[in-house]
């Protein structure tokens, strides 16, 4: 049996999100970890994995985690999904193509 690995569940977020927010009120703002512009509290915001789950990154450790406007968050994980799948594409792809060049048919 495989180890399971941490999930980030909504005891995790509220925690991540609490100390964030305070560091957020404390300074006035912090610079976005994707675009840079300044985070306010007022803003729609999100806490970030620098180095992202999908890639190992720690789920729960906060020297993992900056803050982004939810916007650059939600973009940079559409990217990074949208990159995942068009490599699995390509790959399937290539075999239809080399099939085709050897006179195997048979794809859906």
Excluded at 41 to 58: F, K, P, Y
Excluded at 71 to 76: D, Q
Excluded at 90 to 100: A, F, I, N
């Amino acid at each position: 049996m495989t180890p399971r690995s941490p999930r980030y569940t909504g005891r995790v977020v509220k925690k991540a999100r609490d100390y964030w927010g305070r560091r957020l009120r404390a300074s006035g703002g912090l610079p976005c970890y994707r675009c840079h512009q300044v985070v306010l509290i007022s803003q729609r915001w999100t806490v970030e994995h620098i180095v992202e789950r999908a890639l190992g990154g720690s789920v729960d450790d906060p020297a993992n985690q900056w803050v982004s406007h939810a916007s650059c968050n939600y973009r940079a994980g559409g990217q990074l999904g949208a990159a995942r799948t068009n490599a699995k594409r390509r790959s399937v792809v290539e075999r239809r193509e080399s099939d085709t060049e050897r006179r195997i048919w048979g794809w859906p």
